[in-house]
């Protein structure tokens, strides 16, 4: 059982800049391919970003391709969400999830079997 936890959440303003980390608890985390997700406020779970268990490859949603930048130290077991020129509409709880088995990268929730509990983002206007 893999365990994910978050951190780096808060509150910015917009334009800022926030970087999210999520610690896996699994030492074969090199082996898993990554994901964040993110859920605001009356809204379902979406996906943000992914990266492959090599790092090598990365994938983005339109909304934030240009802004944030997912990356991964595995010998930290720890993924990373770089996010710069926040806005508003980026506010939301920001999940981190793992997808093992050396599976691809995936912006599907439904492929991803371990979730952190989740980091709020709050970004002012």
């Known amino acids: 059982q893999v365990q994910l936890v978050e951190s780096g959440g808060g509150l910015v303003q917009a334009g800022g800049s926030l970087r999210l980390s999520c610690a896996a608890s699994e030492r074969t985390f090199s082996s898993y391919a990554m994901g964040w997700f993110r859920q605001a406020p009356g809204k379902e779970r979406e996906f943000v970003a992914a990266?492959?268990?090599?790092?090598?490859?990365?994938y983005y949603a339109d909304s934030v391709k240009g802004r944030f930048t997912i990356s991964r130290d595995n010998a930290k077991n720890t993924v990373y969400l770089q996010m710069n020129s926040l806005k508003p509409e980026d506010t939301a709880v920001y999940f981190c999830?793992?997808?093992?088995?050396?599976?691809?990268?995936?912006?599907?929730?439904?492929?991803?079997?371990?979730w952190g509990q989740g980091t709020q983002v709050t970004v002012s206007s």
């Open positions: 990266i492959s268990w090599s790092g090598g490859s990365t």
């Open positions: 999830a793992a997808r093992g088995g050396w599976g691809s990268l995936s912006p599907y929730q439904y492929e991803y079997a371990y």
